[in-house]
């Protein structure tokens, strides 16, 4: 199999990205720096590292199902190698990330600015190493399933034709805008009162400890991976133009 | 081992529409194929079934012996150049060699150089900024230098001059006689590549129509050409494939090997192409 070279090949075309996007908060926290040195100890916060990076995989999940797809197999590569360096690539994309974007937060925080992430809100009280890890890992797994998510996204629009891509685009927003709403207008009150207890009750699992937001995020991967690779395992070269 | 690839009743259903019908075919080891038949044919489509590029309906390849489908090392000895790019929009000429270096390890990258010179590319454009001249070039040149086992072309040539056309068959004769490949082309300027194919096949509606040596489809069939009227007088009963006239001047095509021919009349070798155009036409 030709996994470390599709995964050499995903790297070559993201890393331009990586270093703009690290570039871009690089440039954000001197500014906020200067603004502090400036104004004699202002309070300046971002959190972006939190959720950037996440949107990020998101985004390369939506680009590299096409880009991957297409160059893999005109390039002698089966359909399992192309899947496998993908999802290899997120996941140590992902932890990359997460390890770079806990030392930004570190290095923010030393410089006087309020970085914190997500994780730190949610869990407060964790202040020992394998709480912190959990942390970290959930950082690792959460940015996965977000490449996965964008790789199944990319994966259905690629094998969609155009009506289906234009039903699709329509529907679907019109969907979560207006239709949801009106279902949990129109639902039944023994519905409604069952799913507002349904999230509560996740959320309180979720907060009682990373490694449970972990696992959470993990089942949202191996969901997005198996219906991403049922769109792959049949999937031929499509090129526009 | 058989060195070959071997389709076996490949059918390939778009729909309603059946691009590849119960194809059996074999390409042997170190031979150049004319891959021919008319728009929509399947000729595309049977390349890109052994190309693993597209999934049959039904049908197998194999690669010299081994399973075709999904199968990382069997389709490593295939390059597959086809019409459109592949690369992502940012690749550049340098880049689309290095990555063909990644994935075909036998590639040949001071060669692909020298060729870039050769052709006048400039190997530091970015692919979409090439025209469809030169990006077709860059094609040819990471497919000339990859050195697989089994070199696909599909369609080329395109938006190539006259020139670049005549330096690509130069060059993928000369470099098949030092590093002989099974090489397949699959165009529609028969005439270009009628001197260069050793095998002819031609695809009609999904189905293989001819699958003969070079030499033998030459042998087919003759022309016979002179005064009009001569000609006319020759040819009448037997089996005419095409005709050309010119004042009083004549040429036809016929099939069947050539007896009883007046010396007045020119005897010549048959012409690819208006074979070609026979068979489908039918």
């Known amino acids: 199999m030709k996994i470390g070279k599709m995964f050499k090949w995903y790297w070559q075309n993201t890393y331009w990205g990586l270093i703009g996007f690290y570039g871009a908060m690089l440039a954000l926290m001197l500014l906020g720096f200067t603004i502090i040195v400036f104004s004699g100890g202002g309070d300046v916060t971002m959190n972006g590292f939190s959720c950037s990076s996440e949107v990020m995989l998101l985004v390369m999940g939506i680009i590299f199902f096409s880009a991957g797809t297409r160059f893999g197999l005109s390039n002698g590569v089966s359909r399992k190698t192309v899947f496998c360096g993908m999802a290899l690539f997120m996941l140590t994309f992902s932890a990359g990330t997460a390890v770079i974007n806990v030392l930004g937060e570190w290095t923010g925080r030393a410089m006087g600015l309020g970085t914190v992430g997500i994780a730190e809100i949610i869990y407060p009280w964790i202040d020992n190493f394998v709480g912190r890890l959990g942390i970290v890992l959930s950082r690792v797994i959460g940015g996965w399933a977000m490449g996965l998510l964008g790789y199944f996204i990319g994966g259905a629009y690629y094998r969609m034709n155009k009506i289906w891509k234009i039903i699709v685009s329509i529907t679907v927003p019109a969907l979560l805008v207006f239709g949801l709403p009106l279902l949990v207008v129109a639902a039944p009150s023994s519905v409604t009162t069952a799913v507002g207890k349904f999230f509560p009750s996740t959320i309180d699992w979720l907060a009682q400890s990373p490694y449970n937001l972990t696992l959470l995020w993990l089942g949202g991967a191996i969901l997005c991976g198996i219906f991403s690779w049922l769109l792959i395992r049949r999937a031929p070269v499509k090129i526009a133009g | ?282």
């Open chain 2, 1 to 282: 081992m058989h060195n070959s690839i071997e389709a076996k009743g490949l059918t390939v259903q778009f729909g309603t529409v059946t691009a590849l019908d119960q194809v059996d075919i074999s390409f042997g080891e170190n031979r150049i194929y004319g891959l021919l038949g008319r728009n929509g044919a399947g000729k595309s489509t049977l390349l890109n079934v052994m190309g693993n590029r597209l999934y049959p309906t039904q049908g197998s390849v194999s690669i010299d012996g081994e399973p075709g489908a999904e199968n990382d090392k069997a389709q490593g000895k295939i390059y597959y150049m086809g019409e459109k790019n592949v690369c992502p929009d940012g690749t550049t000429v340098r880049q689309l060699f290095r990555w063909s270096r990644d994935f075909y390890p036998a590639f040949d990258m001071e060669y692909a150089n020298q060729l870039a010179a050769q052709f006048g590319l400039n190997t530091k454009k970015k692919l979409k900024g090439l025209s469809t001249g030169y990006l077709t070039i860059a094609k040819l040149i990471a497919a000339l230098a990859s050195n697989a086992s089994y070199v696909f072309f599909d369609e080329p040539v395109l938006g190539l001059d006259a020139n670049h056309r005549e330096m690509f068959y130069r060059e993928l004769i000369h470099r098949y006689s030092e590093r002989p490949s099974t090489i397949i082309i699959s165009t529609h300027l028969i005439e270009e590549i009628a001197d260069i194919v050793e095998q002819v096949v031609i695809i009609k509606e999904g189905k293989i129509l001819l699958d003969r040596p070079a030499e033998e489809v030459k042998r087919m069939g003759y022309m016979v050409s002179g005064k009009a009227s001569e000609v006319d007088a020759f040819c009448a009963g037997k089996q005419i494939l095409g005709e050309d006239q010119l004042g009083g001047l004549k040429s036809v095509c016929l099939l069947g090997e050539p007896e009883n021919v007046p010396a007045t009349l020119e005897i010549a070798a048959l012409d690819l192409q208006k074979l070609f155009v026979q068979l489908t036409n039918a």
